[in-house]
T-cell receptor, first 115, second 112 residues
Framework: AQSVTQLGSHVSVSEGALVLLRCNYS??????LFWYVQYPNQGLQLLLK??????LVKGINGFEAEFKKSETSFHLTKPSAHMSDAAEYFC?????????????FGAGTRLFVKA | NAGVTQTPKFQVLKTGQSMTLQCAQD?????MYWYRQDPGMGLRLIYY???????DKGEVPNGYNVSRLNKREFSLRLESAAPSQTSVYFC???????????FGPGTRLTVT
């Protein structure tokens, strides 16, 4: 069975500092992995996705994530935080359809950016 | 090109009342989903539809029913609302297996 664990329900960084949001997954088949962002009162939107083409994935707004199979991790990073990055971030895993197209979402990490 | 739309945006119900949440998409996607979002619990899948004419239960289906009216529309019905169903409900679509999902703006439901 698939599962996703996001370490830390809240992360606070200063503007200009490194952003690191942690995600570990479990999957019985090679997974598809995603990071989504949710701004207040909005739906989720895709930041980036891993689909086995490359282990380092670049997304929108300067975010990137690295797939590490040995660590079953897919941590999200951004070198320099901006105030506009304050939002909730969700890691998600999908088995690509073998489980009926289902995607499992982590509990979310809320990012706070201090001026 | 509206993407994924949901109606209503907000709703307040009394315990025992019924209502239907509507979702429509113009992305020509086969798969559609209903999630609920509660603080600290991420998104939990209620029901999904892999294609027109099929629906399947997700993680938390109790108290809900769905209808995939056609390829564009996927509705979620609460027959007898309970306070435990107070939540934000999101509809999402997906093109192919392994693709990302596209979300609607959500419906904020309060049951008193």
């Amino acid at each position: 069975a698939q599962s996703v664990t996001q370490l830390g329900s809240h992360v606070s960084v200063s503007e200009g500092a490194l952003v690191l949001l942690r995600c570990n997954y479990s999957s019985s088949v090679p997974p598809y992995l995603f990071w989504y962002v949710q701004y207040p009162n909005q739906g989720l939107q895709l930041l980036l996705k891993y689909t086995s083409a490359a282990t380092l994935v670049k997304g929108i707004n300067g975010f990137e994530a690295e797939f590490k199979k040995s660590e079953t991790s897919f941590h999200l990073t951004k070198p320099s935080a901006h105030m506009s990055d304050a939002a909730e971030y969700f890691c998600a895993v999908s088995d690509g359809g073998t489980g009926g197209f289902k995607t499992i979402f982590g509990a979310g990490t809320r990012l706070f950016v201090k001026a | 090109n509206a993407g994924v739309t949901q109606t209503p945006k907000f709703q307040v119900l009394k315990t025992g009342q019924s209502m239907t949440l509507q979702c429509a998409q113009d992305m020509n996607h086969n798969s559609m989903y209903w999630y609920r979002q509660d603080p600290g619990m991420g998104l939990r899948l209620i029901y999904y539809s892999a294609s027109e004419g099929t629906t399947d239960k997700g993680e938390v289906p109790n108290g809900y029913n769905v209808s995939r009216l056609n390829k564009r529309e996927f509705s979620l019905r609460l027959e007898s609302a309970a306070p435990s169903q107070t939540s934000v409900y999101f509809c999402a679509t997906q093109g192919l297996a392994g693709d990302e999902q596209y979300f609607g703006p959500g419906t904020r439901l309060t049951v008193t």
